[in-house]
Nanobody, 126 residues
Framework: QVQLVEPGGGSVQAGGSLGLSCTASVDSLSEKLMAWFRQAPGKEREGVAAMYFGAGVTYYSDSVKGRFTISRGDTKNTVILQMNSLKPEDTAMYFC???????????????????WGQGTQVTVSS
């Protein structure tokens, strides 16, 4: 069982930046595909970014490409999502998720992930 903890989140004006972190209850994420999803009220959960730690491969949705960066944190069990040039449409609950590499279907398929954090709210005002 892997537990994911996501401190961070918050409110920011459009054009601003926020960083989210996710720490897993394992020593290493080298065999994991780590992802960030988001869900706005009334909308489906959307894959935002993912990283296969074993090879350092990253994936991004078109809606955040060039603005968000997923990376390793300072420890082997932490993943960071740096969000720049935030827009009001980025407002959502953000979730950290983990599964064993490779995913059964696609990195952005929520059903492929076995472990989820509790979520953290990100609000971007215009």
């Amino acid at each position: 069982q892997v537990q994911l903890v996501e401190p961070g989140g918050g409110s920011v004006q459009a054009g601003g930046s926020l960083g989210l972190s996710c720490t897993a209850s394992v020593d290493s994420l080298s065999e994991k595909l780590m992802a960030w999803f988001r869900q706005a009220p009334g909308k489906e959960r959307e894959g935002v970014a993912a990283m296969y730690f074993g090879a350092g491969v990253t994936y991004y949705s078109d809606s955040v490409k060039g603005r968000f960066t997923i990376s390793r944190g300072d420890t082997k069990n932490t993943v960071i999502l740096q969000m720049n040039s935030l827009k009001p449409e980025d407002t959502a609950m953000y979730f950290c998720a983990a599964t064993t590499w490779p995913p059964r279907r696609r990195w952005y398929s929520a059903s492929d992930y076995n472990y989820w954090g509790q979520g953290t709210q990100v609000t971007v005002s215009s």
